[in-house]
């Protein structure tokens, strides 16, 4: 599953303020007094729906979003427009062909143990990251170059074969480990970032538990301790938000979310948008058989889904990009529509009526359950029979990342809020070569390469449309909607802010009466 999507967007305020300024993350992380009516609450009380998979601390992963900018930071940040903002590094430059990308770290900046930080930490990164079987997203990216050196203590240069300015999204994307106690990561025993908190105490399923880094390059935090509930069941998540037990929920279903927008109690928002779809293996008959697939498309409600799952929190469509994306039109993000008509015709033309097959979601999130209930009864009405399926946190991933659903499957594409080229570089469900549904063709080869290699505005519409078009036609990649999280809290907690990757920032974040 690619983590917790649309356009290049900035750090976004949530509670308390509008769109933060492309320049505001720095700003965000400096010392600020307590507002008038602050409460002088120590602790952020939050609740999460997943415990921690520390195992894979680099990758794009939802579950790991209470640690992404809190622990650990990153080399830069991406803002809407698609620029960029210094983060542990002051300062990039390219060289006139494009080929040659010179990185200023910051010189003032610690990992928790005191050590600082430098040159070293971000090639033990990246090269953790390029490891085989890392399953790192930002790994395709970050093997586009040809060679990375530490050219000074603070200063890192990158060389390519050829011109890879996307290169900056997979920095932008990238944990920053600490070299030195990364071994003991796994197990929890050593969980060391440059961040404004540090790891302090974990229980497996149930609780952890952060405290504030005084010594943080961004600033001190507000808050000093951030305390994490595990809390799995929707109901339970709910229930703990109205009786007052937490401050923040983040990840809350957006049905129970929809129910507290009335509450004076609490300030209800969301974070950017991500891709929901349903995966097609064409490896798994009759799934190989474009009209068999083009039939599924057809089955999906996708207003449906929008409207009862998530509680205006989502967008209809049948692609994987927004409607700003260059070359997309609103024909194409209306594309295979709801046709029950169209999908029993084109079952039967495939001989397949009658057929099995299963459908896959994570058991652990409520919302995925909800959806895959609507799929089913849209692939029955159309004449499958259908299998759900369910896997737990640790396993979902793994299928993805395989390839070896044993047929349809629903999941999330978060990496599409980084931008079209990246998403298709490194989204697993997307990627040339190897994917998950195990679509391979030079067609789609070819596609996918006139959009990562466009080097005017032109070419890049040009290109997008074509690749859309395809993939509306080869109907291996499902997109539902454009989905939001919601995020719930309770009134007078402000400051609290989300990235273009989801993570959620704390620094800045104060609880006023």
Same mark, same amino acid.
């Given at each position: ?114 050590? &600082? ?54 920095? &932008? ?167 029950? &008509? ?155 802010? &989300? ?15």
């Amino acid at each position: 599953m690619d983590r917790p999507l649309l356009a290049p967007i900035s750090r976004r305020t949530l509670f308390g303020g509008a769109f933060a300024a492309a320049t505001g993350l720095l700003a965000a992380c400096s010392d600020s007094p307590a507002p008038s009516g602050d409460t002088g609450a120590t602790t952020l009380r939050i609740g999460t729906p997943s415990d921690v998979l520390l195992g894979s601390i680099q990758r794009f992963q939802a579950h790991n979003q209470p640690l992404r900018r809190t622990v650990f930071d990153y080399l830069i940040d991406k803002n809407t427009d698609g620029t960029y903002r210094a983060a542990l590094a002051t300062q990039w430059e390219w060289n006139a062909q494009n080929t040659s990308l010179v990185l200023k770290l910051r010189e003032d900046v610690t990992f928790h143990t005191g050590r &600082a930080f430098g040159a070293d930490d971000v090639l033990a990164s990246i090269n953790q990251a390029t490891a085989g079987g890392s399953g790192v997203q930002a790994a395709q990216l970050l093997k586009r170059a040809s060679g990375v050196a530490k050219t000074g203590p603070y200063e890192v240069t990158v060389t390519f074969g050829k011109p890879f300015t996307g290169y900056l999204d997979a920095l &932008a994307m990238l944990p920053i480990i600490d070299s030195e106690t990364f071994a003991q990561l796994k197990d929890g025993k050593q969980v060391i970032g440059t961040g404004p908190f540090k790891w302090q105490s974990w229980t497996p399923g149930s609780k952890l538990d952060l405290v504030r880094y005084d010594n943080c390059w961004r600033g001190k935090a507000n808050f000093e301790t951030l305390a994490f509930s595990i809390i799995p069941d929707a109901q339970a998540m709910l229930a703990a938000m109205r009786s007052g037990s937490l401050d923040l929920a983040l990840r809350m279903i957006a049905r129970d979310a929809d129910s507290l927008k009335s509450d004076s109690r609490f300030a209800v928002s969301s974070t950017v948008g991500y891709e929901m779809y349903v995966g097609v293996n064409v490896k798994v008959k009759p799934l190989d058989d474009i009209r068999v697939r083009q039939a599924v498309a057809y089955s999906l409600d996708r207003a449906r889904i929008a409207d009862q799952v998530y509680k205006g929190f989502a967008t209809p469509g049948a692609v994987p990009w927004g409607e700003g994306t260059p070359g997309i039109t609103k024909e194409q993000i209306a594309g295979n529509g709801y046709d029950v &008509a169209k999908a029993k015709a084109l079952l039967q033309e495939a001989g397949a009526v009658g057929t099995e097959v299963s459908i896959a979601a994570l058991a652990a999130e409520p919302t995925y359950k909800s959806i895959q209930d609507i799929v089913q009864y849209g692939l029955e009405q159309v004449g499958f029979k259908v299998k759900p399926v369910s896997y737990d946190s640790a396993q979902f991933p793994q299928h993805v990342q395989a390839g070896d659903f044993p047929g349809l499957w629903i999941t999330d594409v978060a990496l599409t809020s980084m931008g079209q080229v990246t998403s298709l570089l490194t989204a697993n469900p997307l990627t040339v070569g190897k994917n998950t549904s195990n679509f391979i063709t030079p067609e789609y080869a070819a596609l996918v390469e006139g959009v990562t290699s466009a080097q005017t505005a032109e070419q890049q519409a040009g290109s997008s449309t074509k690749l859309t078009d395809y993939l509306l036609q080869q109907a291996f990649h499902n997109s539902i909607a454009q989905a939001k999280t919601p995020i719930v809290g309770v009134k007078g907690l402000t400051g609290v802010s &989300a990235d273009l990757t989801l993570a959620i920032d704390l620094t800045q974040a104060k609880l006023s009466a």
